[in-house]
Every structure is written in structure tokens, then in C-alpha cells.
């Protein structure tokens, strides 16, 4: 694999910039990919990090890859080698680089990505939502120890990524809910039943399998009561 250095630098304004310097193989000097990523898109490629890594975590490692604006990253089932493509107008760059590098740098953007959430307009109520739900009995059933707790809490983060988004978009009925107190209880719902999904996801399917399907169901639930349609998932897709 060619010699890679990534870095991630994120901007005050939730957007990033991602940049690689690589030696390609059979080629003498270095080569750069560099690419701009908006706010939305850098809180789509923490999702996608965190589910790449959850899904190692609970025993059900495998290949994923992500679309963006101009950009794909996939990860290799071996979960070592990430393979970048960049493309801007007539102009292609590929690269592969070290995946435990690449989801180390992105990691530190989660915290900036979970800091926005909670500062958004409705973030700090659908915050106190999503951690006063319980760790659900499937999960105290199904993982050992203290790792339902553990995985949980990663949820809640993914969770309030999702929510926040929803919330703060334009003519969100999630939005409105969350505004009145008579429809408060039904923005609970709707806090529980993404988190559930995302269970579902994780967790129920194939005992911890990738299944993106699932994800897309979930996130439809939630985007549908909130009056919206949803979107590709924005965790990317599982495909191994």
C-alpha cells in the first residue's frame, strides 16, 4: 500500500477540509488529494466512521463505502485500507491510505460535530430527550457487561446528530413539534423510535450484521413523522 498522511481540518462553521499526501505506488515524489466538505456532509462522515467502527465493536466487521459531494471513501473489509476517490470536473484522483488513520482523524471531529448539535436551536432539548431514554433490555440482554452501556451511549451520540439536523431544517414538523409543549410527547416518540431503529439496526439484525436496509427504515420512521422523506442513509452503505 502507498505511504499516506491524512488530515482532517475542521472550520467554525461545521465544514472541513479533508487533505492526503500519498506516494503512489511504482511513482517517484508525492501526490495530494484535497477537497473541501460542507458541515452537513462532515457530520454524514462521522455517522459513517461511527458505524464503521460499531459494527467492529459488536463482532460484525466488513466492507462499507460513502458518497459525498465529489467524494467516495470505501473501506475494505479487512477494516486496514480505506480507498479514496476524488472528482472534480474532468479531473479523477484514487488513493488508498491506512483506515485506522483516517478514523482517528475523523474521530476528533465528532466532538465538534456533538458540540454544534447541542448548541443548534433545538438541540439541548433533544439531548435531555435522548438520554432520558433507558439502555432498552435488548441491549442488557443481548451484550455483556458493561457494554450495553457502552453502545448505547454511541447511539445516543449518532442519535443526536440525526435529530438535530432534522429539527433544524426548514419547515421541520419535527421542529414544531419540539416548539409546542401540547406536542412535545410526540417529539418523545419520535426521539424513541429513531433510537430503536438504530438498535434494530446495530444490535437485532443479524445479531450485529451491517444491514443498511435497516438503518433506511429507521431513519424513514423518524423522517416521515417529522413530515419529511428521507434521504440515503447517512451512515453509508454496508457491503460486507
Not at 467516495?72 to 479523477?92: C, E, M, P, Y
Not at 414544531?176 to 433510537?195: N, S
Amino acid at each position: 500500500m502507498a505511504n499516506t498522511s491524512f488530515t482532517l481540518h475542521v472550520r467554525e462553521d461545521g465544514s472541513a477540509r479533508l487533505s492526503q499526501s500519498f506516494s503512489p505506488d511504482g511513482r517517484r515524489g508525492l501526490s495530494r488529494l484535497s477537497c473541501g466538505i460542507s458541515a452537513p456532509d462532515l457530520v454524514r462522515l462521522v455517522l459513517f466512521c461511527e458505524a464503521v467502527d460499531l459494527r467492529a465493536t459488536l463482532g460484525a466487521p466488513g466492507a462499507a463505502e460513502i458518497e459525498l459531494d465529489g467524494l467516495w471513501l470505501s473501506v475494505r473489509a479487512n477494516l486496514r485500507d480505506v480507498d479514496i476517490v476524488r472528482i472534480q470536473g474532468l479531473t479523477r484522483q484514487d488513493a488508498t491510505a491506512d483506515w485506522p488513520e483516517v478514523r482517528a482523524e475523523i474521530a476528533g471531529a465528532l466532538d465538534i460535530c456533538q458540540a454544534r448539535a447541542e448548541d443548534s436551536r433545538h438541540g439541548a432539548v433533544l439531548k435531555d430527550m435522548i438520554w432520558d431514554c433507558p439502555v432498552p433490555d435488548v441491549l442488557s440482554d443481548r451484550l455483556p457487561g458493561d457494554l450495553s452501556e457502552v453502545v448505547f451511549h454511541r447511539l445516543r451520540e449518532m442519535a443526536l446528530l440525526l435529530l438535530a439536523d432534522e429539527a433544524a431544517a426548514k419547515g421541520s414538523v419535527l421542529g414544531r413539534k419540539l416548539r409546542g409543549k401540547k406536542t412535545r410527547e410526540a417529539a418523545e416518540r419520535d426521539v424513541r423510535a429513531l433510537l430503536d431503529g438504530l438498535v434494530a439496526e446495530f444490535v437485532l439484525t443479524g445479531e450485529g450484521a451491517p444491514d443498511d436496509d435497516a438503518h433506511h427504515d429507521a431513519h424513514h420512521d423518524a423522517r416521515h413523522d417529522s413530515g419529511h422523506d428521507a434521504d440515503s442513509g447517512p451512515t453509508g452503505t454496508a457491503t460486507g
